[in-house]
């Protein structure tokens, strides 16, 4: 029960801080921070939400920043509709580049981030933004997201990812369940989020970032060694979410979800708290369950009583906890404007009879990504090394990956 009462304490102090910060936002006076800034969106494959994501981008209230659209094939599905939406909307901000050159030991996404930072590191701009192909920014987005680096003692922001799902599909409920965990994990231990994450110039240049991005998996959790060697800190805000709409598999979560903690495994010091969660949520479940199954075929009413009331108590918590947070943030979301659908009856049972799996998936992520010695990401498998390091093992446009989606599936 202390994993439940820990839950609800940390949830209340997040949704506090999340009103607190969008009400510190409203009530501050708008001395407009415009730093020239760059915004750095590498595609592969035409997410379901790219179209509505580059729109929105190019769309952004702020006023000194370009748009680079980082592609890594001429023949990739996503470089078309970037195309279009360029021709169409006339807006001079985008710009497609495309990199026929990747590097070996890092990830494709963070070969074209090191490689935009070489061709920009003479520039103009003060501020680089990661944003990801999934998302769907809101016009005021970039303006909020650059605003707190105007602190001299903060060098990085980052806003949160959220998911909502419209149907009541188990993969896609089971991500949407561990994320509201997650984003709990990357407030309060600081962990930044590259879907939505700004950067100073002087990480680059004094805490050696993109030098970092060159041997890397991921461009976010790594963002905090650049940020430690210069002595500065990343601000996570709260009310800063971007929605995510997309749907996903239950084959498909699991080996995503092994990727997200081998990355906190492997770049971020939170990992043995991160991992202790996964104990103390899934570690119960899965033995009130064991001994429920067991005490059926044994005959043993008293094991199972137990066994059942104790499963009855964590559904209570830890459902109540989730529909409470859901609630909240759908409530905030729809304050900013974000379309939010009504949530029936049948889906917020649904989705809290899938709360053991997704303790249960979660605990075997964790300590599953131990075991790991490659990562496929996006058709691409990279070895995993000794120290960190990473080798891509071939490169495949995506346009050659043969992989069948179901309509609005993540990819």
């Known amino acids: 029960m202390i994993a439940i009462a820990g839950y609800w304490l940390l949830m209340g102090i997040f949704l506090l801080q999340m009103k607190a910060s969008k009400k510190k936002e409203n009530g501050e006076k708008k001395i407009l921070f415009e730093p020239r800034t760059a915004v750095l969106l590498p595609i592969r ?36 509709t970037v195309r279009n939406i360029l021709k169409t909307s006339g807006s001079e901000k985008g710009n497609l580049v495309i990199f026929e050159k990747h590097l070996p030991n890092c990830s494709l996404k963070c070969g074209s981030l ?32 650059v605003e ?3 602190n001299p ?22 991500r949407q369940l561990w994320n509201m965990g997650a984003v709990l994990q990357m407030f309060f231990f600081q962990i930044p989020w590259g879907g939505s994450l700004a950067v100073r110039r002087e990480v680059f240049e004094d805490g050696s970032l993109a030098e970092i991005w060159s041997r890397s998996l991921t461009d976010d959790t790594v963002t905090t060694i650049a940020l430690q060697r210069i002595g500065k800190k990343c601000a996570i805000l709260p009310s800063l979410l971007l929605v995510n709409r997309e749907e996903c598999s239950i084959p498909a979560f699991y080996p995503w979800l092994k990727r997200q903690l081998l990355c906190v495994r492997k770049y971020h ?27 059926l075929f044994q005959e043993k009413t008293n094991l199972s009583v137990w066994a059942i009331l104790f499963l009855s108590v964590w559904f209570l918590g830890i459902g109540t906890a989730f529909w409470f947070m859901d609630e ?8 900013q404007g974000e ?7 049948r889906f917020m049972l649904g989705s809290c009879l899938l709360i053991p799996a997704a303790q249960l998936i979660y605990l075997a992520a964790a300590f599953g990504n131990f075991r790991m010695k490659s990562v496929t990401w996006r058709g691409i498998q990279y070895v995993l ?13 995506y346009a050659q990956i043969n992989r069948p989606l179901a309509e609005n599936e993540s990819l």
């Open 339 to 345: 379309k939010v659908p009504q949530r029936s009856w």
């Open 45 to 80: 494959g035409a997410d379901p939400s790219l179209e509505n994501c580059v729109k929105n981008i190019l769309a952004q209230k702020f006023k000194p920043y370009s748009v680079f659209f980082l592609a890594d094939n001429e023949t990739d599905p996503a470089v078309q």
């Open 153 to 174: 003692n903060i060098a990085a922001a980052s806003g949160l990812r959220w998911y909502l799902p419209e149907n009541l599909n188990g993969g896609s409920v089971i």
């Open 148 to 150: 707190p680096l105007k």
């Open 328 to 335: 909240s943030v759908r409530k905030e979301l729809r304050g």
């Open 385 to 397: 090394g000794p120290k960190n390091s990473i080798q891509m093992v071939r490169y495949v446009p």
């Open 114 to 145: 090191y490689q935009m930072w070489e061709r920009l590191k003479d520039s103009e701009f003060e501020v680089f933004v990661n944003v990801d192909s999934d998302t769907n920014p809101p016009p005021d987005w970039l303006q909020r997201l």
């Open 269 to 295: 010091s939170s990992w043995n708290f991160v991992a202790l969660q996964a104990l103390f949520l899934g570690v119960p479940v899965g033995a009130a369950i064991l001994c429920e199954t067991g005490s």
